[in-house]
């Protein structure tokens, strides 16, 4: 992430006063890639904190998994229900972890294939699954993958600070592509402007 994060400051810094600004107050958290071996785990991390804030999503994540000792998508594909919500995840997001396993048992998702899409590919492959909309492909895209272009336009906490930052009237697309192609690193200092975390109005 280094070479490209010094990158991102020249570029989002010469986009404008804004980031310029931004970019000497904060230092955004590393993204670096995750390996393939590390998807589930991210995948189901992304799901658990849907419309959740991060601590509670960490403390219900940590319940989880001190509660459930083989972590493997076939031994999650196989926990009922009621498991998962002993641990503080209510039923429709049980039943997303479980199709996501399910998901990577039969080869629907497969770590090394997904290593190798691009965001698109990667985005409809995800998207495909139940309970996975864009915001948490493209928290997985960030978080999971470390791709440095990439934009969350139903995030509220990004919404929220573009708002904030530039005023009702911006127009936000526009805004946004002089930000290519560090997306991502423009997303991380927004968040750090707003002390959020990623907040999607839906998955």
């Given at each position: ?104 048992v039969d080869g629907r998702l497969d770590p090394l294939e997904l290593e190798a ?87």
């Open positions: 992430m280094g070479a490209h994060l010094e990158e991102a400051k020249i570029h989002l810094a010469a986009s404008g006063e804004v980031m310029a600004r931004l970019i000497k107050q904060f230092e955004p958290p590393r993204i670096d890639p995750k390996p393939p071996s590390a998807y589930f785990d991210t995948l189901v991390s992304t799901i658990i904190s849907q419309q959740l804030s991060v601590k509670a999503a960490d403390t219900i994540e940590a319940r989880l998994r001190g509660g459930v000792k083989d972590f493997s998508p076939a031994s999650v594909a196989a926990l009922p229900v009621s498991e998962f919500r002993l641990h503080g995840i209510s039923g429709s997001k049980a039943n997303y972890i479980i199709g996501i396993a399910e998901a990577f899409m691009d965001d698109k590919q990667i985005t409809a492959a995800l998207t495909a699954l139940k309970g996975v909309g864009p915001w948490t492909a493209e928290m997985f895209l960030m978080f999971g993958m470390g791709h440095p272009d990439v934009w969350s336009p139903g995030d509220l906490g990004l919404r929220n600070a573009v708002r904030s930052l530039f005023g009702d009237d911006i127009d936000v697309v526009a805004t946004t592509e002089t930000w290519r192609p560090y997306r991502t690193y423009a997303a991380l200092y927004l968040w750090k402007y707003t002390d959020g975390t990623p907040a999607p109005r839906s998955q």
